[in-house]
Nanobody, 124 residues
């Protein structure tokens, strides 16, 4: 079992920045690739970013590419999502997730464990 705790969300104006954190406990953190997903009201959960076990490979949704950066610190069992140049359409609940296989990083169905989510609200 892996427990994930998301934090760092909040209210920010358009153009601002936030950094989300996700702390893992349980099985060795380095055994899991990590992803961030988000879900806006009335919409399906969508892929945001993913990072491989050692952090050498990263992937982004087109909508956030160039604005968001995913990173991880395996010594601290933490994955981060740095979000810059935020837009109102980035408003959503953001979830981190852990995946032991990393076969389809953008498919939420392949992830094994999920955080509780953290709300990000971007005002115009």
């Amino acid at each position: 079992q892996v427990q994930l705790v998301d934090s760092g969300g909040g209210l920010v104006q358009a153009g601002g920045s936030l950094r989300l954190s996700c702390v893992a406990s349980g099985r060795p953190f380095s055994s899991y690739a990590m992803g961030w997903f988000r879900q806006a009201p009335g919409k399906e959960r969508e892929f945001v970013a993913a990072i491989s076990w050692g952090g050498t490979r990263t992937y982004y949704a087109d909508s956030v590419k160039g604005r968001f950066t995913i990173s991880r610190d395996n010594a601290e069992n933490t994955v981060y999502l740095q979000m810059n140049s935020l837009k109102p359409e980035d408003t959503a609940v953001y979830y981190c997730a852990a995946d032991a296989r990393f076969n389809a990083y953008s498919d939420s169905g392949t992830y094994d464990y999920w955080g509780q989510g953290t709300q990000v609200t971007v005002s115009s």
